[in-house]
């Protein structure tokens, strides 16, 4: 099945590991942990929370098998959070997905009071660059959500213009019987000093850019598809030790002879034959020996039956707020999928 609209995937950088902490009136830039200084938090700080780790997805045979895992970028840093977008698509959050006033105890998290918009708004059209209309339609709500926080940095910050703040994987099955699909969106920031106000800055959150991962082009190899945040953490990923022969994982193959032909689909690169319910024990028992002790998720999704959880976050997912008002016939730019 040919990609809808593939995007050029776009390289997180190591600049990206700081924690944004600002004062909301007056006052100067913490450093984050990762920079040369730090200093001493005051009341009106405004701070965001980094969600890091990795979110893996194996598309098998009418199932996705999704997990993430949690690898902190700091020491205050909150888990990848996993939440429902749409009743045949997932959102596993990461970056700034939380902020905080010390004034108000209640975190401000981009995972609640999600409510999908009815129709595409004629303020924004798809251009280069940019997602499916419906897609979009999710990539700009959040949009709405960032803006008012992103707004309220007004010193200059020590990051790269290809760093995003903000990162969603959405996981899901496109309308149409398109079939499963896997994109990155990701939100970057810009600044520009105003200079009747000395050293002070307006910040601006882009657009969304997406990427997609998967289907893969036509005649590509299906396999495991992985996105990480930031992009340099290390370590190989699943999809490279399966086919490098990790002897972790042929080990799971040699002792399960049903796990030997889930490998065999991957190493293959038909990872959409793979049994259902065996590429999900598989992944099950894959996760630990990859995770190195870190917390993780893991869950599936079928198109008639949405997901469920086979090792659920410690906190429940809140559900989407369906918007009963779309169209069946809402815009979508997905092309119509070849027989």
Known sequence: MPGRGRRDAVLLRAALLWRITIFLLSGVLCASPFGALAQEQHEDEIVANLAGGRAIVHVAKEVIVFAAIDQPVERNSIPPRVMDLDATHIG????????????????????????????????????????????????????????????????????????????????????????????????????????????????????????????????????????????????????????????????????????????????????????????????????????GGAPFVLGTMDERHGFEWMVPPEEPVEKVQEDKNRPPDAPTLRRTPKP
């Not at 009071?113 to 959040?142: H, K, M, W």
């Not at 699909?181 to 000093?193: A, D, G, H, K, L």
């Not at 038909?270 to 598989?282: C, E, G, H, P, T």
């Open 92 to 291: 596993v959050l990461f970056g700034a997905s939380e902020w905080r006033i010390p004034a108000d105890p209640k975190p401000v998290r981009l995972d609640r009071n999600f409510q999908r918009v009815a129709r595409a708004d004629p303020r924004y059209q798809s251009a280069a660059g940019e997602g499916e209309t419906d897609l979009e339609t999710i990539g700009i709500a959040f949009l709405e959500k960032l803006r008012p926080l992103v707004a309220q940095l007004h010193h200059k910050l020590d990051f790269s213009a290809d760093d995003p703040i903000f990162q969603i994987v959405i996981i899901g099955y496109a309308p149409n019987d398109y079939g499963p699909e896997v994109w990155v969106v990701e939100y970057r920031m810009e600044q520009e000093q105003v200079a009747t106000r000395g050293d002070y800055w307006q910040t601006r959150v882009q657009r969304p850019r997406f990427t997609q991962l998967y289907p893969p082009e036509k005649h590509a190899p299906r396999t495991i598809v992985e996105s990480r945040y930031p992009l340099d953490s290390k370590g190989p990923t699943l999809a490279e030790l399966i086919h490098g022969n990790d002897p972790h994982i042929t080990h799971l193959g040699s002792g399960e002879p049903r796990f030997a032909k889930v490998l065999d689909n991957l190493r293959g690169g038909q990872a959409q034959k793979a049994a259902a319910v065996d590429s999900a024990d598989f992944m099950r028992a894959a996760l630990p020996l990859i995770a």
